[in-house]
C-alpha cells in the first residue's frame, strides 16, 4: 500500500497535491459550519464510536492523539497571549468526562420523573 502511494506521489504529484488540498478544504469548511465546540463535538463522537468497536486500538490511538496535542499546544504557546486561542486542541478527556456527567445528571432526572409519575 506504502509502495502504491509513493508511486502516485512520483507519477502523478499534482493529483496528490489536490486531493490532500481538497480534503483540508473540505475539514476547513466543515470546523467553520459547525463552530469549534460542534466540530470537536461530532469528533468526540466518532471516537467513542471507534473505541466501541475496537477498544485496543482506540487507546493506542488515543494515546498517540494525546502526545500530538502536547506537541500542538507547546508549539501555540511560544505566540502571544491571546492571539492563537481559537488554534488549541480541546482536552478530549475533560469533553468526555463532561458528556458522561450529562449524561448521568439526565438519567437521575428521568429516574425521578419515572418514580415521581408511579
Do not use: C, Q
Request: charged share 25%.
Amino acid at each position: 500500500m506504502l509502495s502504491l502511494l509513493a508511486l502516485a506521489v512520483i507519477l502523478r504529484p499534482w493529483l496528490v497535491l489536490g486531493v490532500v488540498f481538497i480534503a483540508v478544504f473540505v475539514t476547513l469548511g466543515v470546523f467553520l459550519a459547525l463552530g469549534y465546540d460542534g466540530f470537536w463535538g461530532r469528533a468526540l463522537t466518532l471516537g467513542r464510536w471507534y473505541a466501541a468497536r475496537r477498544p485496543d486500538r482506540a487507546a493506542a490511538l488515543h494515546a498517540r492523539l494525546d502526545a500530538f496535542a502536547m506537541k500542538w499546544d507547546a508549539v501555540l504557546d511560544r505566540f502571544p497571549e491571546g492571539t492563537v486561542d481559537g488554534l488549541y486542541l480541546p482536552d478530549f478527556g475533560e469533553m468526555a468526562a463532561a458528556d458522561t456527567r450529562h449524561d448521568e445528571a439526565l438519567d437521575r432526572r428521568f429516574d425521578s420523573l419515572r418514580n415521581s409519575e408511579a
